[in-house]
């Protein structure tokens, strides 16, 4: 059964929020990979995932935000993908041109995903462009630096 699915049934005091990360430069020509991960909530959105980052730091030893890049230097990516195989994740990868292309291919993204909030990094693009969308950091919200680990995971994987 998947998350859509489990909300649909169970949706009373929980929302669907979709947590947005992406890997790579966003300067012409380079090839960016976002992803996101969909979440079933209840309480604040701003602390979903906080127990699985903290599990993730300890077993590695590290200290401060997940990012993937330090995750895979410390020999994480069997856990992450582990991770990633119990979660609902979505990705994308796009030759970045602009900030305005990138912003389309962003909106295409996620009008395919059924949720009650988007919540994008700081820098990925200005949530005001999209309905139910918020800016939050990284390094405050553990679902985006789950989705900070799809995103490497997946850019890795493309190799555009």
């Known amino acids: 059964m998947s998350v859509v699915d489990l909300f649909k049934r169970f949706s009373s005091d929980v929302r669907l929020v979709f947590y947005v990360d992406e890997s790579g430069l966003k300067s012409f020509c380079n090839c960016v990979v976002v992803a996101g991960v969909l979440a079933v909530v209840s309480g604040s ?6 127990g699985v980052v903290r599990r993730i730091r300890e077993a590695l030893g590290v200290s401060g935000e997940l990012k993937w890049r330090v995750v895979k230097r ?3 990516r069997g856990l992450v993908e582990e991770l990633l195989g119990g979660l609902e994740v979505r990705h994308f990868a796009v030759h970045y041109t602009s900030q305005v292309e990138f912003e389309k291919a962003l ?17 990925l693009a200005d949530a005001s462009k999209f309905p139910r969308a918020v800016n939050k950091p990284s390094h ?17 994987k493309a190799r555009c």
Do not use: C, H, N, S
């Open 45 to 50: 959105y701003m602390y979903w995932g906080e």
């Open 140 to 156: 405050k919200t553990p679902g985006i630096q789950i989705a900070d680990l799809a995103a490497g995971f997946y850019a890795e």
């Open 107 to 123: 909106w295409r993204f996620l009008v395919e995903v059924p949720a009650d909030l988007y919540v994008l990094d700081v820098g």
């Open 74 to 76: 410390r020999g994480g």
